[in-house]
């Protein structure tokens, strides 16, 4: 085994991951600029095994049609700009895959998106009241559009036949729902374009591990190391974007860029509960989401999944907190002591000390053993039974913590963080939900941030890209319909 460095590549651009991150910057950046070299380094054997991984997210769309957590209430009302801007972004990922499949990069779309039922439900007269408040709230609004509202016990059990039964006759349901939800299989997808990259190009190297970035020159240097054979090889890239989930952060870190300074990360894992029962599976179709526990965060927000995965329907519950020090699934239990650094100590005690109840909530889901999971399975079905369900691990997540001055030492983020330089040479995506959904959207950030003097050389690409590209489709109905007629149609959803 050597660890001999060989200086073997030079390259524009760089992308560390194999998930749906890295492979939607390199597919936009292919069309925006053909000419430039793509390498890709994955640490395991296979693409999208991580985050991007089917069994490993809720792969909702985060279209925000069902979520509970982008409308919070307040005082009696409810405010719908997070859900909106969500569901903006996500108007955005539908264009992309379209345009994609349009050009020949991505093949058949029920391989990785079908149409699925969203439903928001809520129990006892709080939840129901708030969920008829969050309907009237969203229904008139463009993006939102075929919203119905149930309280209704009879359509209820009509519509979630597997909720429905054996539950108590007298207890008080209501439901918001629309047929315009979808599947998404971010693992296919992923698979898709790097599948594309490869035909039109780019290196993509599975079992390579980038072990360290540091800058030489005007060029970023990385140490990549072959994990089969051991050896190392050095790398040099113009650009380098870091889409290595849990691993991103200590990977910019080793960057030396400033704009990471004080940035820290708290790992979060996940269970589900997976349906075992074939007829129970069939008698459920739809993406149910309620309301979370106290304390818990977004991203375990309950929900009866129903799931395509390699053409096969499925049938989740969860996900279930839980907690490890690693950073990535397949990572180390040392991941998280070796990301702390005298300049992130503060934000990490800051966390700790303002956030009791997500600690209790961690430290509550920890003790559940199965029977319990299956107890908290039963409030939305009632008749469950253990011998029907499994349990899978979910993906990790890393939390972002975000330096904060005083008083306030850090504050824990549940959505993505992009950090780049102030040069624009080096990016790279932190933290979770809502993530792969809105992928498109977050590299278009990243494309304006970085290559900020482009941007009007690459505007007419663009729009072909992005047709509502600049334009607030909340603001435009008409716009809204035309681009939902045509993705509809291109990623075959009416079927």
Not at 129 to 150: C, D, G, Q, T, V
Not at 295 to 313: Q, Y
Request: some cysteine.
């Amino acid at each position: 085994m050597s660890d001999t460095q060989k200086i073997t590549d030079e390259v524009d651009v760089a992308l560390v991951g194999g998930g749906v991150m890295s492979a939607t910057l390199g597919a936009m950046l292919r069309q925006l600029e053909p000419s430039w070299s793509q390498v890709v380094f994955e640490r395991l054997d296979a693409p999208a095994q991580e985050s991007s991984s089917p069994w490993n997210n809720a792969g909702t769309g985060h279209s925000a049609l069902c979520e509970l957590n982008y409308t919070p209430e307040k005082n009696g009302k409810v405010d719908i700009t997070k859900a909106v801007n969500i569901n903006e972004k996500f108007q955005l990922s539908r264009q992309f895959w379209a345009h994609q499949i349009d050009n020949g990069v991505l093949g058949d779309p029920t391989e990785f998106i079908n149409p699925v039922p969203h439903v928001s439900f809520g129990r006892g007269d709080d939840q129901v009241r708030y969920i008829k408040n969050r309907y009237e709230a969203l229904a008139p609004h463009p993006l939102f559009p075929n919203m119905e509202y149930s309280d209704d016990r009879a359509t209820f059990d009509e519509k979630l036949p597997l909720m429905g039964r054996g539950r108590d006759a007298d207890e008080k349901v209501a439901i918001s729902w629309t047929e315009a939800g979808t599947d998404i299989n971010f693992g296919a997808l992923s698979r898709q374009f790097l599948d594309a990259a490869q035909q039109q190009g780019t290196e993509v190297r599975y079992g390579h591990e980038v072990k360290s970035i540091d800058r030489e020159g005007t060029k970023w240097k990385l140490t990549v190391k072959n994990l089969h054979t051991g050896d190392k090889q050095v790398i040099r890239a113009n650009f380098v974007f870091v889409g290595a989930g849990g691993y991103a952060l200590d990977l910019l870190r080793s960057a030396g860029i400033p704009e990471i300074k004080g940035f820290a990360g708290f790992p979060v894992s996940g269970m589900w509960l997976r349906c075992t029962n074939e007829e129970l599976i069939e008698q459920h179709g739809a993406k149910v989401y309620g309301k979370a526990s106290v304390g818990a965060p977004p991203m375990s927000v309950p929900h009866l999944d129903t799931r395509v995965i390699d053409g096969k329907k499925g049938l989740l519950f969860g996900p279930y907190g839980g907690w490890t020090p690693k950073f990535l699934k397949g990572g180390s239990y040392l991941d998280l002591f070796k990301s702390i650094r005298p300049d992130n100590i503060p934000s990490y005690l800051g966390v700790a000390a303002q956030e009791f109840a997500l600690t209790k909530y961690l430290v509550t889901e920890v003790m559940k053993d199965f029977d319990d999971r299956v107890e908290a399975l039963r409030e939305y079905v009632p008749n469950a039974e253990g011998k029907d369900w499994e349990t899978i691990v979910a993906g990790q997540r890393v939390q972002v913590i975000k330096p904060a001055g005083f008083p306030k030492f850090g504050s824990l983020e549940f959505g993505t963080t992009l950090i780049n330089n102030s040069e624009g040479s080096i990016a790279g995506l932190l933290g979770a939900s809502p993530g792969a959904s809105i992928a498109p959207a977050a590299m278009i950030e990243l494309l304006e941030r970085c290559f900020g003097s482009r941007m009007i050389e690459w505007s007419d690409k663009l729009k072909e890209m992005f047709p509502s590209y600049g334009k607030k489709l909340s603001d435009n109905p008409e716009l809204f319909t035309e681009m939902w007629d045509y993705t509809q149609d291109k990623l075959q959803l009416n079927r």
